[in-house]
């Protein structure tokens, strides 16, 4: 399905609100950060957007099988810019403690490494292993319960639901895929766990019609 303007406002939302900790140079100066749920650089030529459920067993599929591979070709050497967001379905009660805790954890610098975690031991997250997850993480555990405790995170949560059904989006995975043109998103809509040659066959498409 091709999508357009409304995305405009979906992509600003996607890529801004949620800012890990700066990085220092070796002088000690706070290096540009961006926010954590997004990979790769502003200026590339395709974005990516993902709507996603850390309960769902198809996001878990995608995220262990083919988003590693798409990471390494496309994301790693500046041709996409990737964003996450929150798309926990009403019918996955751990859903929304993963999703607040992987923010918890984004806050901290460590939001992707948390989130494959939570994907490659889905089936305990009714086991709540966040506390234990932030320690091999060497995350500061205060910070980061008193973060999962914060109502603010749930309510972050919240506006990634609120914007997927601005945007017909109602199943995860759904990937916004596309590029920016005169600052309107153009692009189209992907549902499901799709394999690796098929997202990469549209970001290919997408990088050949932007030379």
């Not at 999508?3 to 890529?15: F, G, K, P, Y």
Request: aromatic residues 8%; charged residues 25%; glycine residues 8%.
């Amino acid at each position: 399905m091709r999508v357009s303007a409304t995305l405009t406002i979906a992509l600003l939302l996607a890529l801004g609100g949620c800012t890990a900790a700066p990085a220092t140079d070796a002088a000690g100066t706070a290096a540009p950060t961006q926010p954590f749920n997004v990979l790769g650089p502003e200026d590339a030529p395709v974005t990516i957007i993902e709507f996603t459920d850390l309960q769902c067993p198809y996001c878990a599929r995608f995220a262990t099988q083919t988003f590693p591979e798409l990471r390494r070709n496309y994301i790693d050497t500046g041709r996409v810019r990737f964003a996450s967001q929150d798309l926990p379905l009403p019918n996955h009660r751990f859903a929304v403690p993963a999703a607040v805790a992987a923010r918890c954890a984004g806050e901290q610098g460590r939001f992707w490494e948390f989130r494959e975690a939570l994907f490659a031991g889905q089936s305990k997250l009714r086991e709540e292993p966040y506390a234990e997850l932030a320690r091999k993480f060497g995350l500061d555990l205060e910070k980061f319960a008193t973060c999962r405790s914060d109502e603010r995170q749930t309510a972050r949560v919240r506006e990634g639901i609120d914007l997927a059904r601005a945007n017909g989006i109602t199943s995860t995975p759904t990937f916004l895929i596309g590029r920016l043109v005169d600052g309107q998103f153009q692009g189209e809509k992907i549902s499901g766990a799709q394999p690796y040659e098929v997202i990469a066959a549209k970001i290919d498409a997408l990088l050949e019609a932007a030379r």
